[in-house]
């Protein structure tokens, strides 16, 4: 298949920057919401950008899959496909909040080779091609130079399931914020790894997300220069049950931290 990173990019660039834009001409609108679970919600807007999406995507690259959030079903990633998230933050979205995102990554026999995380409401397009660096706008980014916990902004979210592990989740909460400058919950597990990427925050770590919420977003934060593993420290995964991502030069210290209970 022809991976030419310029083409690729170019075309995937602006259908995201089109799906962008339904996502603002809903904005305003009253929002029909559907629970996919006690907090976990879907709009008609989500499900309109993901047929968008992989309407224009599959043009893009007329033989590749898609592992799209809200048409799928299970699966694994083989060969070339498209990984979609139409609208990351849906629960931001619902309230009016901008820190939504459209993610989209494309995985290529073994890894992810394209990662594009768009914030309409914002006007940030965070991109990266593996090898290639990651860019905010088509400018360089790289993660932050910060060696200190102390001195360390770290982002986090919470599944959805979250009544089933709130002790963990707390328990882990009280150790990252007694040790760092501080925790941010943006509500989009997308936005919180480009924030990483580009230096905004020093980790994120969350646990239960999905391939569609971390796949770009990894190979960004890879691309700028840090490091993404699964809390027991092993390679991360787009499957793997958790993410910890950060600059690389605080990740093992808060990985120990994060996994010891507190006192
Ligand atoms: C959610 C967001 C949120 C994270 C959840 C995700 P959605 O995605 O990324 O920050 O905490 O675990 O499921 O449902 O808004 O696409
Ligand atoms: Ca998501
Ligand atoms: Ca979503």
Not at 87 to 96: C, P, Q
Not at 111 to 117: E, K, Q, S
Request: with cysteine; hydrophobic share 40%; proline share 4%.
């Amino acid at each position: 298949m022809d991976l030419s990173p310029a083409r690729i990019l170019k075309q995937a660039n602006v259908a995201v920057h089109e799906a962008g834009e339904t996502i603002l001409a809903n904005w305003a609108e009253a929002k029909s919401i559907r629970h996919k679970g006690r907090v976990d919600l879907v709009t008609e807007t989500d499900v309109a950008v993901e047929k968008e999406l992989t309407a224009k995507l599959g043009r893009v690259l007329p033989n590749a899959g898609f592992l799209a959030e809200e048409t799928a079903s299970g699966g694994d990633l083989q060969g070339t496909t498209w990984i979609v998230d139409p609208l990351d933050g849906t629960t931001n979205f619902a309230h009016g909040l901008p820190f939504v995102a459209i993610s989209v990554a494309l995985w290529n026999e073994d890894d992810v080779v394209l990662g594009l995380i768009h914030l309409p409401r914002l006007e940030e397009t965070f991109s990266a091609f593996k090898g290639e660096g990651a860019y905010l706008n088509g400018k360089p980014i790289s993660v932050s130079g910060s060696s200190r916990l102390v001195e360390s902004l770290v982002a986090t979210g919470f599944p959805y399931d979250i009544e089933t592990k709130a002790e963990g989740e707390v328990e882990r909460l009280k150790s990252i914020l007694t040790t760092t400058r501080g925790i941010r919950r943006m509500g989009a597990a997308a936005v919180d790894l480009a924030y990483t990427a580009c230096g905004r925050f020093e980790a994120f770590y969350e646990t239960g997300l999905k391939p569609w919420d971390t796949a770009a977003g990894w190979l960004l934060v890879r691309e700028a220069g840090g490091t993404v593993t699964t809390f027991e420290a092993q390679p991360f995964h787009p499957f793997a049950g958790s993410v910890l991502a950060s600059n690389g030069i605080i990740h093992r210290e808060l990985n120990e931290l994060m996994n010891a209970p507190s006192e």
